[in-house]
């Protein structure tokens, strides 16, 4: 079972501090910091790690501990948004896992940070069941600085523990979601307004599907266009679904589709989508993959 | 780095030989035995293991030393064409290990079974040079029986070893190949002929693809024909090439395809070839596939 989680922590100024959540991190049996990263101005580190259910939840309580001593909201500065010291913590669905154990966790950890912490929880994105409360920019609207009077508002009772802000450590967004893909299609065009309008008819903003952010913009150097997209749910909103549907209505503009590209990384999930939709195979099984099914029965015998 | 070696054993009747024999695989570190089956009709058993080079080598020599003790090819009887104790062992690139390194390793495990048990060897497939020597079942033939007077034939001396068969083990044949694809294409016909007539349009015997081998087959219970692939070298012949190819020949006779079929295991780079294709995506790399990434991490942090 492999789960990503990405930790937002409100604190991007001091290295030392950084430094000790990432090696309190590191020491959980189970979990593997990939990698972490702080940016000053924002004041703010995001730490992406991996493990099982059990090593992600022990080491996201690890890192809470050290935020809740570290971090003061009432003199944090930074040009991110946050409402806590702790900010966000997704949980995302890799491998031999479902979404719906990813929700069960991430309620599992609001339950835990609550209950040893004092800290709010709002749950986000798959672990709310409530519209006006799955996206994160609205929980997070009004800030710290804004948080106890939005929590006295009917609707913004949290999910776990107290209906007033913790003193230093504000409250915290945790949930889980799908694995982001950003993915962009060139176009054999140095019309602009084309791209734009193909953005506009494929965004979830304006119309198009679900699943999709786009805009449109130029590539100077290129002398083309792009559309830009993010797909957040490849499952519900599948890649070669949105790439055909750019193909069809550049066509409707006379324009040919140059290329498409994957920026930083995929599921393979989504790759083996698009090959099993254009070769129209049947009743293809993931345990069907090579690598998988060698990994499968290796992680058997040896019991990880 | 993962490589598959499947050997192939002239033994498949006595079981406590065949487990004695799966033990001392098993008993290598760094390899893991995955599958093994054997065939009393065929008096054969196959083997499937994987690990990395040092270990595959280990315990294909280990195979050697028991089968040597165990096989005595002057009485061994069974339906399956075979020259020698250890009759076939392919090497099979996975993960992390390119070709040219399986080469190179069937030519280090070939050298080593000459020098140490006297066993001839032949190279095939990728790790042999001569195109007269590259198809097992011309190397075959003739089995243990004829190997003798092949063996004193020009053009037949071994690649290792002496130009005489062993006593009793007789010759082995090793080498390096690609992992197959057994892949089948359904036709919304009930058409044969034009299941055969695609199929030999395709398959490299007749003309078509280099590492194509088809067939065209009726699914009586469906009312429909396959065509029926194995896909040698998905490489070289991708299967999305294939796939149109059989797409445009069967609109050619006013047939439409159905679905296809992969059966058994595919290698990923294989699905994500055509996912590439038809998205028509630039520039990716395997390192993009996140599991991939997230593994690479992982061997890297835990020193595998």
Redesign the interface.
Known sequence: M?I?CIPNLSEGRRPEVVAAMAAAISAVPGV?L?DHSSDASHNRSVFTL?GDAGGVQHAVLALFERAIAEIDLRTHRGEHPRLGAVDVVPFVP??GVTMAECVALAKTVGAAVAARYGVPVYLYEEASDNPARKNLEDIRRGEFEGLAAKMATPGWTPDFGPAAPHPSAGATVIGARM?LIAYNI?LATNRLDVAKKIAAAIRHSSGGYRYVKAAGFTLDDRGIVQVSMNLTNYEKTP??RV?ETVRREAARYGVA??????V?????AA??A???H???????KAD????????A??NL?SGI
Do not use: C, M
């Open positions: 492999l990503e593997r990939l991996v890799i491998e694995p060139n890649i070669f790439f589709v140059l290329e498409s590209e994957i930083g990384l995929i599921p393979s790759l083996n698009a090959a099993e254009y070769l129209q195979i049947a009743g293809f069907q993959v090579l690598e998988y099914k060698l990994r029965t290796a015998k």
